[in-house]
């Protein structure tokens, strides 16, 4: 197992706030990797750090052996290219349409032909199950599920190793997150990707991940697989899994 | 289904009120007003009756919770009588809850001298982060500058488009009307004095040298400028500045960078225009008015106006658009995660750049006239 992504004595501290308070925690390549917790205890943060939107107050993070703190503009912009990044409401820029919000990662690090990069996006477009017609709208102009794939779409644009999901099937109605868990699925074995997400949806938690991380009270409370996260002693894990095995 | 209501029975110094049919929030005033007129001098023991009710909700749960401790505090004995599983159990779970419930905390009062550091301080902070944008602006600038092909011609171009010459027509019409206005109003006092002549001297000089620079600034801030602060406010709460950064392209370089240049470039074009349509709008009410012909009026300009009076116009032209980009930007990029801080910032990018622009006509007009200009 070949470690991607090493957070070590992450400590997050917001004005008096202390968010994190020495997280550890490891990933491997080819995992789909969960970050879950109690709302506010900080999943959606740690992630923004991991992809550099944030700064933190302590601690190394590691990410394809480069330590993001002390990289260089260079390193970090090789970096950016090899990882794809779900926002939760897709973040599509708004006044491009989806074949242009996928092409637009091409256009800007490759030197490939305007028919080429058409060619891509199409393939992504089908990879992610949109329809071809569907890659002229506007994101004002299409569904939520829809701007998620879309989204999905321009992240995986670039073939990246990595990938990142914040809720990716929150605001998405039961159907449509289950056929979400199982695209990742399979894009995880198509493109042998390395995904990390935060994710409140049990379902999609059982359905997707092969370990987790827990966040609780400012530390990790369990890393591991979900087979014997219930073990744990925590408040959190007790209420929050509980209630899946008694289904 | 019975009638909600409350009775009561004495007997000796033993009181019993009976609730039956439903009690929920809609008559707990009601029964609060009747509970009130009873007199309790007498009374030993109070008896809450509850075997004829059929519901309980949490309110009035709340409601004979309370009363209960009313009684307490007035020394008074209760009692409670029920046999509903339902209705103790809406009892029980006021009374857990309460036990765990806490007050609000009160906000605290700030007396004058603290409001006053505080947005002291604030106004401080947000000097900083100003400065703090200039200088991130200036390194990326610098950085661009590494090689001509990362500049973003094409949007550069497309900002032009949108801000600059989509504004010509309202600029010219404004200038028009505002050169009218002025020549209008100073042919009455010229007249006066038959010095009909002066007004080319008069509307010329502070046509090309104040007021065009001035009445563009003041269209462009208000159109451009907020502009540009609501489409970065927008994407910057629909999260697609953090996508652009992830993907790793610098927002200063693909958003900020271009509005600026553009505006920069476009704005001396704009004051040309504004010039030519105020000079033209004094021409006209010049004509009718005063009656000084088009071909004396160009002719008389041509003497007295000097040529600095128009250079000096169009160079305050990049200073303004670069007070008034910035301004936006930033505005644009201070947007909160929520919609009221859009309007806000917007307002807020229109004054600033508005007192930003004046502040600055005033500096150039004193240092012009120490330069002799």
């Not at chain 1, 090493?6 to 004005?15: A, G, M, P």
């Not at chain 1, 968010?19 to 990933?27: A, E, K, M, Q």
């Not at chain 1, 994101?139 to 990142?164: H, N, T, V």
């Not at chain 2, 488009?161 to 010509?168: P, R």
Request: glycine share 6%.
């Amino acid at each position: 197992m070949q470690p991607i992504i090493k957070v070590r004595d992450v400590k997050t501290i917001f004005e008096s706030r202390v968010v994190h308070d020495g997280l550890n925690l490891t990933i491997n390549r080819g995992e789909i990797y969960g970050l879950l917790g109690p709302s506010g205890c900080g999943k959606t943060t740690l992630l923004r750090e991991m992809v550099m939107l944030q700064p933190f107050s302590g601690g190394t993070i590691e990410i394809l052996g480069y330590d993001i703190r002390n990289i260089r503009q260079e390193d970090a912009q090789k970096l950016r290219q090899n990882w794809g990044v779900l926002f939760q409401a897709g973040a599509l820029f708004s006044s491009l349409s989806i074949a242009e919000n996928i092409a637009l990662p091409l256009q800007e690090y490759t030197d490939l032909s305007e028919k080429m990069i058409e060619e891509i996006v199409k393939f992504k477009i089908n990879l992610v199950g949109l329809k071809s017609r569907d890659a002229l709208l506007y994101p004002s102009q299409i569904s939520g599920g829809m701007k998620k794939k879309a989204a999905l779409a321009r992240s995986l644009a670039m073939d990246p190793k990595l990938l990142f999901l914040d809720e990716p099937t929150s605001g998405l109605d039961p159907i449509s997150a289950r056929d979400f868990d199982a695209l990742i699925l399979k894009l995880r074995s198509l493109l042998g990707l390395t995904i990390v997400m935060v994710s409140h949806d049990l379902q999609s938690i059982y359905d997707t991940l092969d370990r987790v991380a827990i966040i609780d009270n400012k530390k990790i409370a369990y890393e591991g697989t979900l087979s014997e996260v219930t073990l744990v002693q925590s408040d959190f894990i007790q209420t929050f899994f509980r209630g899946y095995y008694e289904q | 289904m019975n009638l909600s209501s409350l009775n009561i029975q004495i007997i000796d110094k033993r009181l019993t009120l009976i609730f039956s049919g439903e009690f929920t929030l809609y008559q707990i005033t009601k029964y609060q007003k009747f509970i009130d007129t009873l007199s309790f001098s007498t009374i030993e023991h109070v008896e809450i009756d509850l075997t004829q009710l059929e519901l309980l909700d949490t309110a009035s749960s709340l409601f004979l919770n309370n009363l209960e401790k009313n009684l307490k505090a007035k020394n008074i004995e209760s009692s409670l009588l029920c046999h509903k599983q339902e209705i103790l159990e809406s009892l029980a779970l006021v009374v857990k809850e309460k036990s765990n419930t806490s007050e609000f905390p009160h906000a605290k009062r700030e007396n004058f001298l603290e409001s006053m550091g505080e947005k002291t301080y604030n106004n401080y902070l947000g000097f900083v982060s100003f400065l703090s944008f200039l200088g991130e602006m200036f390194h990326t600038h610098a950085q661009s500058l590494k090689s001509i092909k990362d500049i973003r011609y094409k949007e550069i171009a497309f900002e032009m488009n949108e801000s600059a010459i989509k504004a010509l027509g309202i600029v010219a019409l404004t200038s028009f009307l505002i050169g009218l206005v002025v020549a209008y109003q100073s042919a009455y006092q010229l007249k006066l004095y038959g010095a009909n002549i002066f007004i080319v001297d008069m509307l010329g000089i502070s046509i090309l040298r104040e007021l065009a620079p001035l009445i563009t600034a003041i269209v462009i801030a208000g159109r451009s400028g907020s502009a540009f602060t609501a489409q970065i406010g927008a994407m910057k709460i629909t999260q697609e500045l953090d996508a652009m950064r992830t993907m790793g392209f610098d927002p200063y370089l693909f958003l900020v960078l271009p509005r600026i240049i553009a505006l920069m470039i476009a704005m001396p074009i704009l004051i040309f225009v504004s010039d030519i349509m105020g000079v033209l709008g004094g021409m006209l009410v010049a004509n009718l008015d005063l009656q000084i012909t088009p071909e004396l009026f160009l002719d008389r300009f041509r003497d007295v106006v000097a040529a600095k009076h128009f250079f000096i116009g169009i160079a305050k032209g990049p200073f303004f658009a670069f007070l008034i980009a910035t301004i936006g930007i930033y505005r644009g990029l201070m947007v909160k995660d929520d919609t009221q801080s859009i309007g806000f910032n917007t307002t807020k990018s229109v004054v600033e750049s508005l007192f930003a622009v004046i502040v600055c006509d005033a500096l150039f007009s004193i240092a012009f006239t120490n330069l002799r200009m």
